[in-house]
């Protein structure tokens, strides 16, 4: 159930990206998005399960969170942070003076 949803998230995370980016730049610019995400991915998966075998039985902590689980739970919250500091805009995009003169 845990890689489901973490697929889930990632397949919305992916969309909401190249939205974001085909609306901002683009189309070229979403799918160079999606490819960048999807080879983020697939490099994180590698590298966390990696780390889960050193950490991790084969067997896993419980029936429901096995070593692939907790590798994918691990690089999602990886990628979260991020894609969180790549993706965001500024959000203070004047400043302080500028605030107060208008």
Excluded at 49 to 77: N, Q, Y
């Amino acid at each position: 159930m845990i890689p489901l949803v973490v697929f889930y998230l990632h397949i919305v995370g992916v969309v909401a990206v190249f939205t974001k980016r085909y609306q901002a730049e683009g189309i070229g610019e979403g799918f160079l998005a999606v490819f960048f995400m999807g080879l983020i991915f697939f490099v994180g998966w590698a590298m966390a399960s990696f780390i889960m075998k050193l950490v991790m039985p084969e067997e896993g902590w419980a029936p429901w969170f096995e070593r692939d689980a907790a590798s994918l739970v691990l690089l999602t919250l990886g990628e979260s942070v991020l894609y969180y500091f790549y993706f965001r805009e500024d959000r203070n995009n004047t400043s302080p003076d500028q605030e107060q003169s208008a």
